[in-house]
């Protein structure tokens, strides 16, 4: 829900990205094509990822939505359902997208909870032949997401909801679209693009729709990844710089309204029918010279006030400058808070179960450190107030706190499941990065309550999905409880996000099934409360670190503010190296 250029946390303008720009895009290209059949379409998660999408669809602004009425001016002809269009609540999924005059399509998602739903359209429409004559097509669209979107929002979903295998549902419904007479078959997929022997290839199978039959063009996304372009080069099947999947046109446009994807079809009429002789695939940047629609602007005015009203209350104070700035390299402020907060909560839930006995262990991480959001995806509050402002940049999603039961054992395989979050740096090589590209900064989770030591420059145990793939070996080189080795046999209530408790990230043994306790509070809401009653916490010292005297440097791509902070991380003798290109500080830092 990026429908304008202003990003409402960070209190700016953003230098790309915004339905705003999009519609203007779309203009264009619909005007540079005036004899063409453009169709205009969106696979998914649209209803997250702002300040705005999480206050509009509190009860108290829900009817004031703005995305029905901007969706409705961008001339969307089909919407598919996305993961994340399900966070709220299906029945605000419900409010704002059954509204909508196009169809909201998703193949592989049975529910009652959403009457607007669809598993395909027919969208009847004339295309110009070579003859000048206007002649009849059938474009059939239809969507899947992923089936793991149940384990994803597994608190928004009743025990009737189904999802089925999205590919084999395809498989079974194509036919019958082209039985109905469609002439031209598009999947919306909302999934990514990744080998077809890869671990997470039940997450990202855009290339297995692209082996079905009589798919015509594919829309990719859910990795906020580009095609074409670099992001898929090396994969089997994918042509990525002119954008097909095993020859089917396909796109996929990025995040954050980032670019509007283009995919140009020149067909035939034969006397089969319709019949594809050609196709262009493209990105088109919605940059900072791209002007926003005034349309928008107009539409989405109102809950942008109330956005920016809300933002600026403030919640609490500290006497110390919080920060970001290191969360990848040592225990950090952001994470520190929110650990802190989930704390509180459990220990008041759990006081009249039968875990109340038991030890409170607090498994954190944070969005707020850097990565594709950029050089400004950082905490950064000086001593004085704290705003909801800064809570938003903290928390962008609006998952709740729970607990598991876990035995000590259990904990050290999720610290080695978070490790992958680490690059695996070579002695014999200087200057890698410290964390890996294709891991998100929120995987890493930090285990609040030990102290642990991480070797980074042993292999790692699981793979970026989760799976076991060397059991031999350790990158926990140690973790203390109370100063002591952690007892495998041990028990801890573990405190986390429903997210990842529910089975997100495909952490080793967690998942519906093993919730001890659910509280109905966020994540947002319990840093709240806690900033309420005092001011945050001192940073303490043990939480996590890495391994010392390993003969490395590598390299931490932070904000550029941090050079004010860097008495904090002496110990590992940070050196910058100036901006890059994206606007990141560069730091070597030595092990």
């Given at each position: 829900?990026?429908?304008?250029?202003?990003?409402?946390?960070?209190?700016?303008?953003?230098?790309?990205?915004?339905?705003?720009?999009?519609?203007?895009?779309?203009?264009?290209?619909?005007?540079?094509?005036?004899?063409?059949?453009?169709?205009?379409?969106?696979?998914?998660?649209?209803?997250?990822?702002?300040?705005?999408?999480?206050?509009?669809?509190?009860?108290?602004?829900?009817?004031?939505?703005?995305?029905?009425?901007?969706?409705?001016?961008?001339?969307?002809?089909?919407?598919?359902?996305?993961?994340?269009?399900?966070?709220?609540?299906?029945?605000?999924?419900?409010?704002?997208?059954?509204?909508?005059?196009?169809?909201?399509?998703?193949?592989?998602?049975?529910?009652?909870?959403?009457?607007?739903?669809?598993?395909?359209?027919?969208?009847?429409?004339?295309?110009?032949?070579?003859?000048?004559?206007?002649?009849?097509?059938?474009?059939?669209?239809?969507?899947?997401?992923?089936?793991?979107?149940?384990?994803?929002?597994?608190?928004?979903?009743?025990?009737?909801?189904?999802?089925?295998?999205?590919?084999?549902?395809?498989?079974?419904?194509?036919?019958?679209?082209?039985?109905?007479?469609?002439?031209?078959?598009?999947?919306?997929?909302?999934?990514?693009?990744?080998?077809?022997?890869?671990?997470?290839?039940?997450?990202?199978?855009?290339?297995?729709?692209?082996?079905?039959?009589?798919?015509?063009?594919?829309?990719?996304?859910?990795?906020?990844?580009?095609?074409?372009?670099?992001?898929?080069?090396?994969?089997?099947?994918?042509?990525?710089?002119i954008g097909k999947l095993h020859g089917v046109p396909a796109v996929m446009p990025g995040f954050g309204a980032r670019s509007l994807g283009l995919i140009d079809i020149k067909l035939a009429?034969?006397?089969?029918?319709?019949?594809?002789?050609?196709?262009?695939?493209?990105?088109?940047?919605?940059?900072?010279?791209?002007?926003?629609?005034?349309?928008?602007?107009?539409?989405?005015?109102?809950?942008?006030?109330?956005?920016?009203?809300?933002?600026?209350?403030?919640?609490?104070?500290?006497?110390?400058?919080?920060?970001?700035?290191?969360?990848?390299?040592?225990?950090?402020?952001?994470?520190?808070?929110?650990?802190?907060?989930?704390?509180?909560?459990?220990?008041?839930?759990?006081?009249?179960?039968?875990?109340?006995?038991?030890?409170?262990?607090?498994?954190?991480?944070?969005?707020?450190?850097?990565?594709?959001?950029?050089?400004?995806?950082?905490?950064?509050?000086?001593?004085?107030?704290?705003?909801?402002?800064?809570?938003?940049?903290?928390?962008?999603?609006?998952?709740?706190?729970?607990?598991?039961?876990?035995?000590?054992?259990?904990?050290?395989?999720?610290?080695?499941?978070?490790?992958?979050?680490?690059?695996?740096?070579?002695?014999?090589?200087?200057?890698?990065?410290?964390?890996?590209?294709?891991?998100?900064?929120?995987?890493?989770?930090?285990?609040?309550?030990?102290?642990?030591?991480?070797?980074?420059?042993?292999?790692?145990?699981?793979?970026?999905?989760?799976?076991?793939?060397?059991?031999?070996?350790?990158?926990?080189?140690?973790?203390?409880?109370?100063?002591?080795?952690?007892?495998?046999?041990?028990?801890?209530?573990?405190?986390?996000?429903?997210?990842?408790?529910?089975?997100?990230?495909?952490?080793?043994?967690?998942?519906?099934?093993?919730?001890?306790?659910?509280?109905?509070?966020?994540?947002?809401?319990?840093?709240?409360?806690?900033?309420?009653?005092?001011?945050?916490?001192?940073?303490?010292?043990?939480?996590?670190?890495?391994?010392?005297?390993?003969?490395?440097?590598?390299?931490?791509?932070?904000?550029?503010?941090?050079?004010?902070?860097?008495?904090?991380?002496?110990?590992?003798?940070?050196?910058?190296?100036?901006?890059?290109?994206?606007?990141?500080?560069?730091?070597?830092?030595?092990?």
């Amino acid at each position: 829900m990026q429908l304008t250029a202003y990003d409402h946390t960070l209190d700016m303008q953003r230098p790309s990205g915004g339905l705003s720009r999009v519609v203007t895009l779309i203009e264009q290209a619909r005007a540079v094509r005036p004899d063409a059949l453009v169709l205009t379409v969106d696979n998914g998660d649209l209803l997250q990822g702002s300040a705005m999408a999480t206050l509009m669809a509190t009860q108290a602004h829900l009817a004031r939505h703005p995305i029905t009425e901007c969706l409705t001016l961008a001339g969307y002809d089909a919407i598919g359902l996305g993961n994340h269009d399900i966070d709220h609540g299906l029945h605000v999924t419900q409010r704002v997208l059954g509204g909508l005059d196009c169809p909201v399509l998703s193949a592989n998602l049975q529910t009652d909870a959403l009457p607007c739903l669809r598993p395909y359209a027919m969208l009847h429409r004339e295309l110009r032949g070579d003859d000048g004559a206007l002649h009849p097509i059938c474009v059939g669209i239809t969507s899947v997401l992923p089936e793991e979107t149940r384990i994803w929002n597994f608190a928004q979903m009743a025990r009737t909801d189904r999802f089925t295998d999205p590919v084999a549902r395809l498989a079974a419904l194509i036919p019958q679209m082209k039985a109905e007479g469609a002439d031209l078959i598009v999947v919306l997929a909302h999934t990514g693009i990744a080998e077809e022997t890869a671990t997470d290839r039940h997450e990202n199978f855009a290339l297995a729709i692209a082996r079905l039959p009589d798919v015509t063009a594919i829309v990719c996304g859910h990795t906020h990844l580009g095609l074409p372009g670099p992001d898929h080069r090396g994969i089997a099947g994918v042509e990525a710089d002119i954008g097909k999947l095993h020859g089917v046109p396909a796109v996929m446009p990025g995040f954050g309204a980032r670019s509007l994807g283009l995919i140009d079809i020149k067909l035939a009429r034969t006397k089969g029918g319709w019949q594809l002789r050609d196709s262009r695939s493209a990105l088109q940047m919605a940059g900072d010279h791209t002007p926003e629609h005034p349309d928008i602007l107009r539409a989405t005015r109102a809950a942008s006030k109330l956005t920016q009203a809300q933002l600026s209350e403030p919640v609490g104070h500290t006497d110390t400058h919080l920060h970001s700035f290191f969360a990848h390299l040592c225990t950090d402020d952001a994470t520190h808070l929110v650990a802190h907060s989930m704390k509180r909560t459990i220990e008041r839930a759990g006081r009249a179960t039968d875990y109340h006995a038991l030890p409170i262990l607090v498994a954190a991480s944070t969005t707020a450190s850097g990565g594709a959001a950029g050089a400004q995806n950082f905490l950064n509050v000086p001593p004085g107030a704290i705003s909801r402002r800064h809570v938003s940049v903290l928390l962008p999603y609006c998952d709740t706190v729970w607990a598991v039961c876990v035995t000590g054992a259990e904990v050290l395989e999720w610290l080695e499941r978070s490790a992958i979050a680490v690059d695996h740096l070579a002695q014999a090589t200087s200057d890698q990065m410290v964390m890996r590209a294709d891991v998100p900064g929120f995987q890493f989770d930090v285990m609040y309550g030990l102290t642990v030591t991480f070797d980074p420059t042993q292999p790692p145990r699981y793979a970026p999905t989760g799976q076991l793939i060397d059991p031999q070996a350790h990158r926990v080189a140690s973790a203390l409880w109370k100063g002591t080795p952690l007892d495998p046999a041990q028990h801890f209530l573990v405190a986390a996000s429903s997210f990842r408790l529910a089975g997100g990230g495909a952490f080793p043994g967690l998942g519906p099934d093993r919730i001890a306790l659910r509280t109905d509070v966020t994540l947002t809401t319990a840093v709240m409360n806690a900033l309420a009653e005092s001011t945050p916490p001192p940073l303490p010292s043990d939480t996590w670190r890495f391994k010392k005297e390993l003969g490395v440097t590598t390299i931490v791509h932070t904000a550029p503010q941090a050079m004010q902070h860097l008495h904090q991380i002496a110990d590992l003798c940070p050196e910058p190296l100036g901006t890059t290109d994206s606007g990141f500080l560069k730091l070597r830092i030595s092990l």
